[in-house]
C-alpha cells in the first residue's frame, strides 16, 4: 500500500506559478513511476504529467508542454509539479497517482492516488 499525500494547491492569478509536492508514505516509492491527474467539473481526469521511477523518462500532456515540470527526490520520497503561466483552464482538482509503469499513467489510471489538491487560477 502507498499513500500519497498532494499540498501545494490554491488560487493563483492567469499568468502566475505554483508548485504541487506530493509525498508518499512507502519507501519503495523510488521504484514507482509518479505521476500528476487532474479532474476539473464536468470532465474527464486527464493525465497531466509522469516521470519514471529514476527519473530519466518523463512525459507531459500536449497542453502543459513548456509551463509545467514534474522533477522527483527519491530521498524525501517527493515528487513535485511546478507549474508555470497558469491559465484559467488548469482550474481542476490536482491528483498525485502511483504505480509501476509510466505509461500506465500516461493514460490516466494508476494502483495507487491521493486526495487532490485544488487549484484555481483567475482571469
Known amino acids: 500500500q502507498v499513500q500519497l499525500v498532494e499540498s501545494g494547491g490554491g488560487l493563483v492569478q492567469a499568468g502566475g506559478s505554483l508548485r504541487l509536492s506530493c509525498a508518499a508514505s512507502?519507501?519503495?516509492?523510488?521504484?514507482?513511476?509518479m505521476g500528476w491527474f487532474r479532474q476539473a467539473p464536468g470532465k474527464e481526469r486527464e493525465s497531466v504529467a509522469a516521470?519514471?521511477?529514476?527519473?530519466?523518462?518523463?512525459y507531459y500532456v500536449d497542453s502543459v508542454k513548456g509551463r509545467f515540470t514534474i522533477s522527483r527526490d527519491n530521498a524525501k520520497n517527493t515528487v513535485y509539479l511546478q507549474m508555470n503561466s497558469l491559465k484559467p483552464e488548469d482550474t481542476a482538482v490536482y491528483y498525485c497517482?502511483?504505480?509501476?509503469?509510466?505509461?500506465?499513467?500516461?493514460?490516466?489510471?494508476?494502483?495507487?492516488w491521493g486526495q487532490g489538491t485544488q487549484v484555481t487560477v483567475s482571469s
Open positions: 497517482a502511483a504505480d509501476p509503469k509510466l505509461l500506465t499513467i500516461a493514460r490516466a489510471t494508476a494502483d495507487y
Open positions: 516521470i519514471s521511477w529514476s527519473g530519466g523518462n518523463s
Open positions: 512507502r519507501r519503495t516509492f523510488s521504484t514507482y513511476a
